[in-house]
């Protein structure tokens, strides 16, 4: 039995629409789309390759490719440790990219003179290719200079320490420091081996312990090349007979003047100060 016409449109309509319910596409978009409807066994090879390319391009980092380094102030002033590679990690980077930067302005005439502190950048990096980055061999070779630059300004930093460490204005001290027991050791070994230690051992409720250090206190002013510490009689387990006592300490440690109840130094008609004071270390060589 054949169909009228006005039946074959309405099933031609319905097959339409019935076709588009199962398309979650646009019928104009359903050709773009028609890769998607594969299964994974009805790509070919190159479909899967090409997929594989995009995803990957997709998923690829930026062409920034410097170290992510932590912030200047997590390294700074710190060789050595973990900080220290750090610090030597963000002066690598540093170094070649400035190492460009100093390429291309002088390339560039019509820059005007640069600033002191490009100039000592510049300087610092002196050892660096006119080319910047280039081959494989170029950035070996850039690698062994940098280490031998860092070298150099490591041997100059412990330089600058040591100076600094036996400097005479360090060993200046001027002051009377008073410390416990942990203290009283940090003092009489915790300096240079020429360096003389006086320490004062006192008793608070002693009249005479207060007398004594009145009396030192102008010399540790007048004598600043001597370190002059000051520490109760109990933390250092001293007998209190004994007290004030002064013990003088050179080489790291060693007890060259052991004055116990030093008033006993004074004669008998004699006035205790500072004078008579001075002159009591003087003659056991604490003070010249």
Known sequence: ????????E????????????????????????AHDTKEN???????????????????????????????????????????GVIADARSYEEARRNGSWRNRNRLSPNRGPSTSRADKRASTISFLKD??????????????RWREQRKRELEREGNDIRNRRTSPSVRRYGRFDEVDALGYLDAIEKVTRDTV?????????????????????????????????????????????????????????DLFANLTYVVDQIPDDGVFDSKALEGILRRHNVVS
Do not use: W
Not at 1 to 8: F, P
Not at 227 to 238: A, N, T
């Open 41 to 83: 066994g009805d790509r070919d090879e190159e479909d899967l390759y090409r997929e594989k390319q995009i995803d990957d391009t997709m998923r690829m980092p930026t062409f920034n490719t410097g170290l992510n380094l932590p912030h200047k102030s997590f390294d700074s002033g710190r060789t050595t440790g973990v900080k």
């Open 1 to 8: 039995m054949s169909l009228s016409a006005a039946q074959e």
């Open 197 to 253: 230690v006086v320490v004062f051992v006192y008793d608070e409720d002693c009249e005479v312990s207060q007398l004594v250090s009145h009396a030192l206190q102008p010399l540790v002013q007048k004598h600043p090349h001597t370190h002059f510490v000051r520490v109760p009689y109990q933390d250092i387990e001293f007998d209190s007979a004994g007290t004030p006592a002064i013990l003088a300490y050179k080489n790291q440690g």
């Open 131 to 144: 080319d910047g980055e280039g081959s494989e061999d170029e950035d070996e070779e850039f690698l062994e």
């Open 10 to 33: 309405f099933n031609s309509i319905a097959s339409k629409a019935a076709a588009s319910e199962k398309s979650p596409y646009h019928p104009s978009d359903a050709q773009d789309y």
